[in-house]
């Protein structure tokens, strides 16, 4: 079973051992920046671990936009070693239950981008519900999924 469990000082070491496939350097940040990220936005942020079987195995960060309003997330990845076995897809679906209970205010929005160049990435966002919304930015597309 997948599940998120939030970034503390007790796992955030976990998160600086997550690594990238050959190549994946140029579709998402390593965890070690987004915690950065996380840390000056904190108020409108949430980084999380991504666990399977108790072991972190992933990494993504949910945040609030309250221009605009809507929930980002950014910087989801899974370790080399276990791509391919659903757990991103899973992630997504916790992800997505996290923003519908609305932590950081109200909006029925999720955006994330996608690199044009990651097809696997944009096929599990599509089969989500997430849509291009026409947004592109040199790479990267922006995706968009309204919920409830």
């Not at 936009?65 to 992630?91: C, K, L, N, T």
């Amino acid at each position: 079973m997948v599940e998120l469990r939030k970034i503390t000082e007790d796992n955030f070491i976990d998160a600086f051992h997550l690594k990238l496939a050959k190549g994946q350097e140029s579709f998402v940040s390593h965890p070690i920046r987004s915690l950065a990220q996380a840390y000056v936005y904190r108020e409108q942020c949430q980084p999380f671990g991504i666990y399977a079987d108790g072991k972190m195995v992933g990494y993504v960060m949910v945040i609030y936009d309250y221009d605009i309003p809507e929930y980002d997330i950014r910087h989801m990845m899974i370790d080399e070693s276990v791509q391919g076995h659903g757990f991103g897809s899973a992630a997504l679906d916790r992800v997505i239950d996290y923003i519908r209970t609305k932590p950081f205010g109200k909006s029925s929005r999720i955006a994330l981008t996608c690199n044009k160049n990651n097809p696997v990435a944009r096929k599990m966002y599509e089969s989500k519900g997430f849509a291009a919304t026409g947004v592109e930015d040199e790479d990267e597309i922006e995706m968009a999924l309204t919920v409830k």
